[in-house]
C-alpha cells in the first residue's frame, strides 16, 4: 500500500471506480490505460486488491485512477482506500446489460452515500459500463436516471470497455474538472470554517446568528455549519458557548452521521462548564436551509 500511497500523493488527481462486483469496474480501468487486450478479454478475475495506479495526464494534470473491489464484504478495504489514497473523483459504476433497472437506481444510491460517507469532499461522476449489451429500445439511460442525476448532482458518461466504445477523452477530462472544482471548493470550504471564529469575537447572540446565516449561504452542510459554530464557540478560558440549534437542525443532525449524540454531549457539557446558552431561532426561521 505503500507504494499505492505515494502514487496518490503524487498525482493532482485521485479517481476510485466503485460499484458492484462483476460491474466491469476493472475492465474501464484497463481500457483508460489503454490496454485494450485485456479490457476486451470476457475472462472474469474478481478484484480483491488492485494497488496499481493507471496514471494518466490531462493537460498540465497528471490523474491517477484506481480500481476497487465490488463486494458489499469489501467495504472496509474501499473505506481505507478513500481515505489513504486521498480521493477527489468517485466514479459510480452501472452495468447497462439490462438497461437501468429499479435495482441499479436503489445500488446508485447505496454507491454514493458510502462515497459520501467515506470522503464527503470527493465529487461524484456515474458511468454505465458494458454499453454494447444495452438493450436495443427504451428510453436512453440519462433520460431514465434524470431525476437521480438532478438529485445526486452528478454527471453521466457510458462507455464498452470490451468493444473500446465511448469518449474516453470526454471521462478523463471530466474526471479532471471534476477533481480540480471539488478541491477548490473544500479550500474555500475550510477557509470558511476557520474565518468563523475570529468573526464571533466577543460572542453574542446576534452574530452567532448571523454567522449562521452566511454559513448556509455559502452553500455549508449542517454538519459543517455546526462543527464551525462550535469550534467559534470556545471562549478563551476554554468553556464551550452552548449552542442550542433547534429543532430542524437537531432533526439533521440524526439524519447525518449520527452527530446528535455529539451535539447533546455538548450542550450537556456546555451547561455543566457553566457556559452561556444561545438560542438560534434563525434556524427555525428558515428549515428549509436544512434540506
Ligand atoms: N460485453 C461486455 N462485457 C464486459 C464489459 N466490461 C466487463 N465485461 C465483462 O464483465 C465481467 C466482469 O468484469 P470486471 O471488470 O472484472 O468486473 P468488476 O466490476 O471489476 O468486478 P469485481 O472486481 O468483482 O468488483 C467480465 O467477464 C468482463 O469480461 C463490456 O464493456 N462489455
Ligand atoms: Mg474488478
Redesign the pocket.
Known amino acids: 500500500m505503500e507504494a499505492a500511497k505515494t502514487a496518490a500523493k503524487a498525482a493532482d488527481v485521485n479517481v476510485l471506480?466503485v460499484?458492484?462486483?462483476?460491474?466491469?469496474?476493472?475492465?474501464?480501468?484497463?481500457?483508460l490505460r489503454s490496454n485494450l487486450q485485456a479490457?476486451?478479454?470476457?475472462?472474469?478475475?474478481?478484484?480483491?486488491m488492485?494497488e496499481e495506479p493507471c496514471q494518466l495526464r490531462e493537460g498540465s494534470e497528471t490523474l491517477c485512477v484506481w480500481?476497487?473491489?465490488?463486494?458489499d464484504d469489501?467495504a472496509r478495504l474501499r473505506e481505507m482506500m478513500y481515505a489513504s489514497l486521498r480521493i477527489d473523483v468517485v466514479v459510480v459504476?452501472i452495468?447497462l446489460?439490462d438497461g437501468i433497472t429499479p435495482h441499479d437506481k436503489a445500488r446508485i444510491k447505496v454507491w454514493v452515500l458510502e462515497a459520501r460517507e467515506a470522503r464527503p469532499s470527493a465529487r461524484i461522476l456515474l458511468l454505465g459500463?458494458?454499453?454494447?449489451?444495452q438493450p436495443a429500445g427504451g428510453a436512453d439511460p440519462p433520460t431514465q436516471l434524470s431525476g437521480l442525476l438532478d438529485e445526486l448532482g452528478c454527471g453521466w458518461l457510458e462507455?464498452?470497455?470490451?468493444?473500446d466504445?465511448g469518449d474516453r477523452a470526454g471521462l478523463v477530462s471530466a474526471m479532471r474538472a471534476a477533481g480540480i472544482s471539488g478541491q477548490a471548493e473544500a479550500v474555500r470550504r475550510a477557509a470558511l470554517r476557520d474565518a468563523i471564529p475570529a468573526a464571533l469575537r466577543p460572542i453574542r447572540a446576534s452574530k452567532v446568528l448571523a454567522a449562521t446565516d452566511a454559513l448556509f449561504d455559502t452553500g455549508l452542510t449542517a454538519s459543517e455549519v455546526y462543527d464551525a459554530l462550535l469550534s467559534g464557540c470556545e471562549t478563551d478560558d476554554g468553556r464551550q458557548v452552548v449552542t442550542g440549534l433547534g429543532m430542524p437542525f437537531v432533526q439533521r443532525m440524526r439524519a447525518s452521521r449520527g452527530m446528535l449524540g455529539a451535539y447533546t454531549a455538548s450542550v450537556v457539557g456546555g451547561i455543566a462548564a457553566g457556559g452561556v446558552c444561545v438560542l438560534l431561532l434563525g434556524l427555525l426561521r428558515s428549515p428549509e436551509r436544512l434540506k
Not at 479490457?39 to 480483491?48: F, G, I, L, M, N
Not at 480500481?67 to 463486494?71: E, H, I, K, T, Y
Not at 459500463?129 to 449489451?133: Q, R, Y
Not at 462507455?159 to 468493444?163: L, P
Open positions: 471506480l460499484g458492484d462486483g462483476a460491474c466491469g469496474k476493472t475492465k474501464v480501468w484497463e481500457w479490457a476486451a478479454d470476457d475472462k472474469y478475475v474478481p478484484t480483491v488492485n480500481d476497487s473491489a465490488g463486494p469489501y459504476c452495468a446489460r459500463t458494458m454499453s454494447d449489451l462507455v464498452s470497455a470490451k468493444t466504445q
